[in-house]
């Protein structure tokens, strides 16, 4: 019998879901109301479902596999597990439809003079020159840029397809276009078809030359902090709009502020950075070519439950010898 220890507050229909996988598992669920592990409270289990709080390894000693319930792993990187050998794989594809759809209303909002309309509405003002004002962009011949093309990349690319849109991506690896990562059926692009061209992250440059959007999606590391900098961002069009959905230090946002003020670029949607919550005296707040949002961009009502599927088909494969979706690999860093 091996012992699941959940640490998610999941409703007891979910419970059932984990526990119905196999006969042989035995799920308990905890609950750590101050956010660390209890001083003094062993564990035997074997497989840990975690939100963020990490057991010290002398209370964990049967600890193979740890599932976490979100994509990011920044955090664990200064922790004992990160230099242990267990297994960690991460909720990285349950967020796919609902970012993607995030993204796509960034575009259109910009595309559409959407900032513009409310501004218009909130003075009670009906503009003369309404041609000049609200000429659209239309999104059909433009190009966009994908930085990363994972789960949430490939769903982008599905759904901006019917727009008429160029797709250009990066992926670490452009020889290989196939998604083996968790896919929910029916969305992304799992064998990497919908792209007009592949860029190496060392291109990454290259590709933005020719974008009118761009969104980032990439994970945070070592190689993708400040990816996004003054020399970036110089090479972009002026009417070009940058949008992030990854994580907030992949832009220097002081580049970025100053690439906004001088015009190198036409806006930017930010739903991450690198200060959360973002303080009160960014610039970023009050200019009128940004639009920005509260890291929400991952907010679905079916988080959980996505969550909970994902687990279920990795609890089959780790109880099968299979290998895991999501796997961490250290040496990437994601």
Known sequence: MKRVLVAVSFPDQLLAKIRDVSPDIEVEQVSFSD??????????????????????????????WIQMHWAGINSLRDTAVWDSNILLTTASGIHAPNM?????????????????????QQKGEWPKDRWNKFLPDELHGRTLGILGYGSLGRE???????????????????????????CIPGTGDPEGELPDRVYPSEATRSMLKECDYAVITLP??????????????????PNAYLINIGRGSIINEADLTHALKKGWIAGAGLDVFEEEPLPADSPLWQMENVILTPHISGFTPHYDERAVDLFGENLHRYLSGKPLLNLVNREREY
């Open 35 to 64: 956010r660390q592990w209890p001083v003094g409270f062993p564990t035997d289990a074997e497989v840990y479902y975690a939100a963020g709080v990490m057991p010290p390894l002398e209370l964990a000693p049967n600890l193979r």
């Open 100 to 120: 993607a759809q995030y993204a796509l209303t960034q575009m259109l909002a910009w595309a559409h003079h959407v900032p513009r309309w409310l501004a218009y």
């Open 156 to 182: 982008i690319a599905r759904l901006v397809k019917p727009f008429g849109l160029k797709i250009l991506v990066t992926k670490r690896d452009a020889r290989h276009l196939r998604d083996d990562g968790y």
């Open 220 to 237: 945070l590391t070592s190689q993708t902090h400040h990816l996004i900098n003054r020399d970036m961002l110089k090479e972009m069009k």
